[in-house]
């Protein structure tokens, strides 16, 4: 097929770059504009008409203010049945509808549409599912919730959740960001014979500004830094950092942290980790996508207890700026830290042994921090949007053929 295809991408978040979620079907359609394909997207503003910024609590489990609020969500039509009306209204116009999981949890006959249907996920519903779980049992007190925020809590789930299934089999392809989740697709849900693995990545003007960005090794093992990226919960091992940074600063105490992207202010951070004193701990709830280049660019390692992910830009962005980063070993972050020839991942939970490998990083010495520096910037290398991008459109265009011709 020579002609550009019409893609519509469908997100029930906003448009936005500085969200992780809808940030993969961002940046993809930015390459597959560039590549001479036509996008549109439908996104939770499209469907809810919202004029004032999206903000984090608002994505499942929701967080909200007020009663009044809570009782509008609990009534408000759901995403997936805007989206829904608005497909139905535009089908015709589009030949490939890529649409996160759970938002088009409906037939191809119930949409009018005869193109290729793509569920994408960007962290498996499931496997949030059992984080969840696992989440209430380790640290009961969260669930102490009052009655309005429990219900409100409990029906976003439920509905998503049981959108979930429907959407993927309904789809023609789901598309899925690491093998861990292909296997759960395959063994546990039976869908694996049209699942496909295409991972995340960065635009070749994002690897050039983060290369761009790093310091000397002798700066950055002078600094002492450890970095951190992500929105400030659970899932993202909040309730493990007060720990981390005392076994660190047992060993070496001048060491640094900085917080990036958290979300939340300083005062709730370090109430989180509980320390006698913040100094030398940096908070920033909130940068631009622009700016964190020059934000880890005298940082010395990553650090990323995360519990549950799809796949983990934060990862991918501090091995794109030379930074030795340590994880959790789970699905996602293995998918880089399992090509690098030095052991970055521990037991998720392990909190020992993380601070462990951060603290033999921190204490490397100049050429064997260089070296480790490097491999981790052509690690990074390997995963590019525009191959992304490339591979993608590949195995859509065969798809929609086949479905054309049938």
């Known amino acids: 097929m020579n002609r550009p295809l019409k893609i519509l991408m469908v997100l029930h978040m906003p448009w936005d770059p500085n969200l992780g979620g809808p940030r993969v079907q961002l940046e993809l359609a930015d390459e597959f504009l560039a590549m001479g394909h036509e996008v549109e997207k439908f996104d939770y503003n499209d469907a809810f008409g919202q004029t004032k910024p999206f903000r984090l609590a608002e994505l499942v489990p929701p967080i909200l203010t007020t009663k ?10 759901s995403f997936s049945s805007q989206a829904q009306k608005f497909v139905q209204a535009n089908a ?14 409906f037939s191809k ?7 290729l249907l793509v569920a994408r996920s960007v962290g498996l519903m499931p496997l949030l599912q059992e984080f969840l ?12 919730r009052n009655l309005i925020g429990n219900l409100l809590s409990s029906h976003a789930q439920k509905q998503n959740f049981s959108n979930f299934i429907p959407s993927l089999k309904a789809s023609d392809l789901i598309n899925l960001p690491n093998h861990d989740e292909l296997m759960y697709v395959s063994n546990v849900l039976g869908l694996g014979q049209k699942s496909v693995v295409f991972p995340f990545g960065l635009s070749q003007q994002r690897h050039e500004a983060f290369l761009k960005a790093i310091q000397p090794a002798e700066v950055r093992l002078t600094n002492k830094q450890v970095a951190f990226i992500g929105a400030w919960g659970t899932r993202k091992g909040s309730k493990d950092w007060g720990e981390i940074i005392k076994l660190i600063r047992n060993e070496i105490p001048e060491a640094q942290f900085l917080f990036l992207g958290t979300g939340f202010s300083m005062e709730t ?3 989180d980790i509980n320390l006698p004193s913040a100094d030398g701990i940096e908070i920033i709830p909130n940068y631009t996508s622009e700016e964190l280049p020059k934000l880890l660019s005298r940082a010395t390692v990553g650090a990323f207890p995360s519990y549950m992910e799809g796949f983990g830009f ?7 700026c030379g930074l030795p980063t340590v994880a959790y070993d789970i699905p996602g972050p293995r998918e880089m830290l ?11 939970g392990d909190i020992e042994q993380f601070a462990v490998h951060l603290v033999k990083l921190l204490r490397l010495d100049q050429t064997s921090y260089s070296q480790v520096s490097q491999h981790c910037v052509e690690i990074a290398n390997k995963f590019t949007w525009r191959t992304i991008a490339e591979n993608t459109i590949n195995t859509y265009t065969q798809l929609f053929a086949k479905i054309k011709s049938m």
């Open 92 to 105: 015709h116009r589009f030949d490939i509808i890529d649409a996160h999981q759970g938002n088009l949890p």
């Open 269 to 271: 951070v370090l109430a």
């Open 338 to 348: 399992g090509k690098l020839d030095i052991k970055l991942m521990t037991k998720p």
């Open 314 to 320: 934060a990862v991918l962005e501090k091995l794109a």
């Open 109 to 115: 006959q119930e949409l009018g549409f005869r193109g």
């Open 133 to 144: 779980e696992f989440q209430n049992q380790k640290w009961p007190s969260l669930k102490k």
């Open 68 to 77: 009044a609020k809570r009782l509008a969500e609990l009534t408000r039509p």
